[in-house]
DNA sequence: CGACTGATCTATCTGTCAGATATATACTCC
DNA sequence: GGAGTATATATCTGACAGATAGATCAGTCG
């Protein structure tokens, strides 16, 4: 299958909360789903166009508060019946997997001894953000049980956020088992690093 | 930072066990470390023409078998001293994370309980294929230590590998948990349509 | 030998997307 | 009233995925 456009679906999905501007838009699927769904700024308006070329939503242009003729102005999409249509078709067809693309395992893969110490850091700064992500999420599936926000099915969402919550869980393990690992590698390259200068001495 | 740019890198690290076609470089880059990285099809000779463009590769035409004017072409590329110098240089900067993109979390997100039906052929589906990934990686782990693969630090391979693993294992147990929670849920579905069938019948 | 088949190999094209950037208005706190 | 921040619309560049094209080579079967 060809790649993705999944953006204008994506943006559909979020008009049923209701017409939203673009703007809103991002910040709302952002907060929702930002832990396994990222939207490209630079796709939020080309999308928003489809989306009125396409007659599955409809452009609301307002006047700002000011009211008066130099308002601001602003743009409110809300989703039409043909609209809601396309977004069931499209939820109905089976999700695309993304190819795996990980720089930091393939750093790893192309590295030798001599590159050896470089790693550490970077896999502690992974151990860092798997761990705040980790909290992040746990805190959302405490929380959205409790909270009134506005959503379809408060249990398939729980089941996207256990996902990346199992997901972390196995990174932070990850790290921290690589970690021990580099230091010994470490170690070792250190001892072999003095014992050939002991061999041939500088001075 | 930019986009990308790691395609060059990925094939001049590839061309440090040493001059291979396109076509051989691709095949081998899959073998090894496919289960993390996957290059597109599309990028390999535009990254093999940029290489030679910057002096971090040699291209050396080669003649087919046939030895004949007419026998096929063969490009051959080798790595230059200034293009290892570039690989160590690009393998000391720190790795970019790629934004989450999950489309089967998303429509799990968007999805409601009129959709409910669908997702779980997909889990299905996923615990097949993590199954399977499951069983390669952790082959490769086996057999690696023992086989004569060039490569430069067997223990960098294999901390990518086992977190390749990690998150299969991860993902596996995620999809079993999930698939016994959508059939409860598709269960309760029946038996609520059932209600309302019986409260108002078609016929 | 010649036709067929599948693997090898080089290459291009299209559309999607990430990330940066530009620009301007509205609100808020001091 | 000014500074700083949030809201908002929008464009541009280059990287990338996936499909496709087209050619040559090796093996097989009749």
Redesign the interface.
């Known amino acids: 299958m060809r790649p993705g456009r ?1 953006t204008p ?2 943006l559909l ?1 979020m008009l ?1 909360l209701g017409p939203q501007s673009g703007y809103a838009l991002r910040r709302e699927l952002s907060a ?7 939207e ?1 700024y630079g796709q939020i308006y080309p999308g928003l166009r489809e989306l009125t070329r396409r007659g599955w939503a409809k452009r609301r242009v307002e006047r700002g508060a000011g009211g008066g003729p130099r308002g601001r102005v602003r743009h409110r999409y809300e989703m039409t019946p043909k609209g809601a249509r396309a ?2 078709a499209w ?2 067809l ?23 110490d ?2 550490s ?2 896999v502690r ?1 992974l151990l860092l ?1 798997e761990t705040d992500r980790l909290r992040q999420v746990r805190r959302m599936m405490e929380i959205l049980p409790r909270g009134t926000h506005a959503h ?2 408060l ?3 729980l ?2 956020l ?3 919550e ?2 972390s ?3 932070v ?2 790290c921290q ?2 970690l021990s ?1 580099l230091e010994l ?1 470490q170690e070792a390259n250190a001892r072999r690093r003095t014992a050939l200068q002991r061999r041939s001495p500088m001075e």
């Open positions: 999944t679906f994506a999905g049923r929702a789903a930002g832990l396994f769904w990222s490209s977004l069931q939820l109905a089976p999700p695309r997997r993304s190819a795996p693309r990980d720089e930091l395992l393939l750093k790893l893969y192309l590295g030798d001894r001599d590159t050896v470089a790693p850091g970077w700064r953000e379809r099915s249990r398939h969402w089941m996207a256990e996902f990346v199992r997901q869980e196995a990174s393990a990850w088992r690589t690992t590698m």
